[in-house]
């Protein structure tokens, strides 16, 4: 294993947000904080159903009120379409409604009421159609095609990958080995099948826009947290020129991958053009759950043969994933979540074969939720797991210690692992979570493993230096919370050796920045903080030039004004791994469980930001545990049931158990002086370290999140009559 | 609609609006009066992003009728530093990791603030009884409990 050098010693010193007296005060500006004068109000109309025919649109009725600037309907868009990566979502229906809520008309008014009056007065004929509602039927021979001609959608960025079938939208086959012949040969094969359900991402603020035309500009101020990126997609969408668009994206209030989608700005781009006037649209909560870009459900299928050691020598996968409607909401090239193909994290497997796909439906689209495509893996890999060592008698713990990868070994992707913690992690876990203590009546306890690579990405940075040696970092990077701006003026200081408040950190609009990726991916430390640490260390080496061997602030003095921009592609292969233990109590009548305690061991190499990092597992862990526990937005016939935040339920602080962090932080990851990222660690594990430990306290297996009472007591009253359940589970033994 | 002329104290400033009889706190907050510091979130009074404090009591502005609030005196997160300074639970979110995103932030400190008035050394159950109003999706909620605690000195 590779050794750390000593971090700079201003990493060791307090952390204090840059922008936190902004965010205590109430001064820190969001997108709906926003005003201009002249502003108007956008209202839309949506499709009650979930497959239909618009036969007419009958706006006249909105036109003629009091106080109404512009109705559009989906003749005066056509043909545009918007997305992430492959623009397949129409900005207002014209011909078809493919899903409850795709927008077929919008209104811009002077008051929010009266463009809402306005929206209700509109009369929409639909000729309904038959709905898809499951991906199973829209994989079948002879099921409705739902994009009947996909041929002139903008793929951004490449060349649209080819799929097997016209409902799909991604499709990844991944093999190496042989994995038919390890199988032949396996000593005993166990084969699962999981159900995730469609969860939303859960930020407490709005999508919000404002946008107006300056001239040939287009202004946006928006809720999106790659500024960039929304750029490209309205280009690409409205057939404009890129530098024509300046996106302002200020603070974002929450993301967890929902804020890399936008939705109004597109419209709005009409509507104020009709106008000649800024129009503003926040979303209400009950859209946001109804037709923002979820975290997909699916079913997960995981079949792995075992030697007689309990070693897993051959693994395959089939991993179908609900789109919904659009795959506009999903970033990466394959047009699937983007760990879709990992599906056991972790472990050495030397054959393999996955297949995953996500799948058109009329149901609400599916997009990028944090760490996307894990959460649903990692449930099903490790409940798998668990299912095989309870199988095969081993401890759970043992059998993760027996097939954990290490340096040298390949991945479920078939990557060769340079180095790995994995098993130092394990041990840890066993140590500080007590493992092999016994357990109380009634309790159980449940572990989960997991890995995430490090983001990768390409960003850049500006430095200015003044002449009192002052240094101000200027970035595209918005702040949506994890602490990246107070994480460059860190990097920043450390590098350059200067006490921190010699640094402040401006960000500025797609105008005024060097081009940068986006938040995304856990990208923000390796990427952009190291395009920080770039700067900085390109900064040292001019000033090294001007003024050699002289202290910074001198150097400064006859150094600046000095301006430096840097560049860093961060692409190094390098996994975090991380471990959960969770203690859990269950009433046997009622199914009723209660998450006692919980242990999380993570390899983060060096910390830069420890208020930060810690925030970022501990809040990932709860949001995972909602995920695991009581969110589910529930859909009906297409339509959602969960639309508010009533009946969506996030955990509030009561649901927080007692949570312990073990940090690994000698393991060198490709960040700023050996750091890993950490934002989407530790939400993925949670799910399947309860529905473990549920069954260690009970013998319930739950194969679907969330893990509910209900489900519980349902799956112990099938084990009472049946004894332990065979529906779901097969296993073949070979001698 | 009738309209009201209504007359009220926003964080120790006097304030005159005529606003609809339907017209919400919080819109009379962030969109007549300017101060945007109160966020609107689920706007059902379910993820107290909109807590304010009328008379000292804690309320959700997204469904509290602002003529309701004639002659009473409101504090919104604007109204907590005092002369520039923070006070001790604006500092205590920072340091103890109280926030990530911010969007919450506000409605936790009006709420924290009413919990301290009410128990000046809350206990873990007064702390997670009085901030279940309050979701967060950033912190998992314990760096709030730490910044809540180091601030009363418990």
Known sequence: ?735 | MSTHDLRFTLNGERREVTVPADRLLIDVLRDDCGATGTKLGCAVGVCGACSVLVDGELQSACLLPAVFVEGRSITTVEGLAKHGELNALQEAFIRDGGFQCGICTPGQLIAATALIAAHPEPSDGDIREWMMGNLCRCTGYYGIERAIKSAANV
């Open chain 1, 1 to 735: 294993m590779k050794t750390l050098e000593r971090p700079p010693g201003v990493l060791s010193e307090p952390e204090w947000r840059v922008e936190g007296r902004d965010k205590v005060t109430g001064a820190a500006r969001y997108a709906a904080d926003v005003r201009v004068p002249n502003m108007l109000h956008a209202a839309f109309v949506s499709s009650p159903h979930a497959h239909a025919r618009i036969v007419k649109v009958d706006a006249s009725a909105a036109r003629g009120m009091l106080g109404v600037r512009a109705v559009i309907t989906g003749a005066d868009v056509r043909p545009a379409r918007y997305g992430r990566r492959l623009q397949d979502w129409p900005v207002l229906c014209w011909d078809h409604a493919l899903f409850i809520g795709d927008r077929v008309a919008a209104v811009a008014a002077d008051t929010p009421e009266i463009a809402d009056a306005a929206a209700r007065a509109i009369a929409v004929e639909y000729e309904e159609l038959p709905a898809v509602l499951d991906p199973e039927a829209a994989l079948a021979e002879g099921a409705p095609v739902l994009h009947l001609d996909p041929s002139p959608y903008l793929y951004l960025g490449g060349k649209r990958p080819t799929v097997p079938n016209a409902n799909v939208q991604g499709y990844g086959l991944h093999e190496h080995g042989d994995v038919d012949a390890a199988f032949a040969s396996a000593h005993r094969t166990f084969e699962h099948r999981f159900t995730l359900a469609r969860t939303h991402q859960g930020y407490i603020e709005p999508h919000a826009t404002l946008l107006w035309l300056d001239g040939d500009v287009v202004r946006v101020v928006s809720t999106n947290k790659a500024p960039y990126g929304l750029r490209q997609q309205m280009a690409a969408c409205l057939g404009l020129p890129e530098e024509k668009i300046v996106v302002d994206a200020g603070h974002i209030g929450g993301d967890f991958g929902g804020k890399g989608h936008s939705i109004d700005e597109f419209v709005l781009y009409y509507l104020a053009r009709a106008t000649g006037r800024p129009v503003r649209a926040v979303m209400r909560y009950a859209d946001e759950l109804q037709m923002s870009a979820t975290r997909h459900g699916g079913t997960i299928t995981l079949r792995t043969g075992v030697d007689r050691e309990g070693k897993f020598v051959a693994h395959s996968a089939r991993v179908v994933f609900d789109g919904g409607a659009y795959a506009a909401g999903k970033p990466v090239a394959t047009l699937m979540p983007g760990e879709a193909m990992v599906t056991l994290a972790g472990y050495h497997l030397p054959n393999v074969r996955v297949e995953a796909m996500t799948v058109y439906t009329n149901q609400i689209p599916a997009g990028h939720s944090r760490a996307p495509g894990q959460p649903q893996n990692v449930f099903a890999a490790e409940s798998h797991v668990d299912l095989i060592a309870r199988e095969l008698g081993l401890d759970p713990l043992e059998l993760r210690e027996r097939n954990a990868i290490r340096g040298g070994e390949i991945d479920v992707e078939g990557d060769v692992w340079h180095d790995s913690a994995a098993h130092e992690v394990l041990a840890t876990l066993r140590r500080e979570a007590r493992w092999d203590a016994a357990r109380g009546r009634g309790h159980g306890r449940g572990i989960a493993l997991g890995a995430r690579p490090s983001g990768r990405g390409k960003s850049a940075i500006a430095l200015r230096l003044d002449r009192e040696g002052r240094v101000e970092v200027l970035t595209a990077v918005a702040d949506q919370g994890g602490g990246q701006h107070t994480l460059f003026q860190r990097i920043v200081a450390a590098e350059l050796g200067i006490p921190l408040d010699r640094i402040t950190v401006r960000r500025g609009t797609t105008e005024n920045t060097p081009r940068d990726a986006g938040i995304g991916g856990s990208r923000v430390t390796p990427v952009q903080g190291g395009a920080a640490l770039e700067a900085a260390r390109k900064l040292k080496a001019k000033l090294d030039e001007v003024a050699p061997g002289a202290p910074f602030a001198e150097a400064a003095r006859r150094a600046a004004p000095l301006e430096i921009v840097a560049e860093h592609t961060s692409d190094a292969n390098v996994n975090a791994v991380y471990a959960y233990a969770l203690e859990v109590e269950v009433d046997r009548d009622t199914g009723h469980l209660r998450v006692l305690d919980a242990v999380l061991v993570a390899d983060v190499g060096t910390v830069i930001n420890p208020v930060a990092a810690r925030g970022q597992l501990e809040g990932g862990f709860i949001f995972g545990l909602g995920q695991a526990l009581m969110e589910e937005l529930r859909v009906e016939d297409g339509r959602v049931t969960t639309t508010n935040l009533g009946d969506y339920k996030l955990p509030t602080i009561a649901d927080a158990p007692p949570l312990r962090i073990v940090l690994l932080t000698d393991s060198p990851g490709p960040g700023p002086f050996g750091a890993k990222s950490v934002g989407e660690l530790s939400n993925p594990g949670v799910g399947a370290a309860v529905a473990n430990a549920v069954h260690d306290a009970c013998g319930a297996r739950v194969f679907s999140l969330p893990v509910t009472a209900e489900k519980v007591f349902s799956a112990l009253r099938t084990e009472r009559r049946a004894g332990p359940q065979e529906g779901w589970h097969t296993d073949a033994v070979r001698e």
